[in-house]
């Protein structure tokens, strides 16, 4: 199987300002190049949930129109874009933090989520392919969440010592304390 992972960048961040999450710097770094560094070494192919390639080169997965809302739209855009795709990784661009073994420790036959101490992260989780379909077409126009997504998969969850794995940045003050 190619080891293949999905970044989310599509979101509209309303509580930062409105600003492009994955063009935000951290460390003199974007968003979007400081979890393509963590995740590049851990896969075969990454592609961008959202508008823009952002420079990087990568394949941008665009959400449809008939499709849900939110992030869950990647999800059903990423199916659609490649029907043969056994399962993928999703991580948020908000999110450059997550563990070095990520695919590793998530990847398999079935769909599962990152859990840290204090709550589960279903932003990163590996999806398989068969399960989404099921689910998508079992819920026909519902807008769900990921974290409902994985509910109705019964997805394992993998438990993490760190929730500073998963810290993403939602807003500016979020930054500020960053690092």
């Given at each position: ?27 003199e770094q974007r968003l979007i190049d400081l979890v393509l560094d963590r ?39 990423m199916i659609n874009a490649y029907p043969g795709i056994e399962g993928f ?43 989404l379909v099921s689910v998508f077409a079992a819920n026909r126009g519902d ?37």
């Amino acid at each position: 199987m190619i080891r293949t992972a999905l970044i989310l960048a599509g979101g509209e961040a309303r509580r930062m300002d409105g600003k492009d999450k994955a063009q935000i710097m951290l460390s003199e770094q974007r968003l979007i190049d400081l979890v393509l560094d963590r995740l590049r070494p851990q896969v075969d192919q990454i592609f961008i949930s959202g508008r823009q390639d952002y420079g990087t080169g990568l394949g941008v997965i665009s959400d449809l129109d008939t499709g849900p809302k939110g992030p869950a739209a990647a999800l059903f855009a990423m199916i659609n874009a490649y029907p043969g795709i056994e399962g993928f990784l999703t991580v948020p661009v908000d999110g450059p933090f997550f563990p070095k073994s990520l695919y590793d420790d998530l990847a398999g036959e079935a769909c599962s989520i990152a859990c840290g101490p204090q709550r589960k992260h279903p932003t990163f989780a590996f999806w398989t392919a068969n399960d989404l379909v099921s689910v998508f077409a079992a819920n026909r126009g519902d807008n769900l969440a990921l974290h409902k997504i994985a509910e109705l998969i019964k997805a394992r969850e993998v438990q993490y010592r760190a929730e500073s794995y998963f810290r993403n940045f939602n807003t500016p003050e979020d930054l500020d304390f960053a690092i």
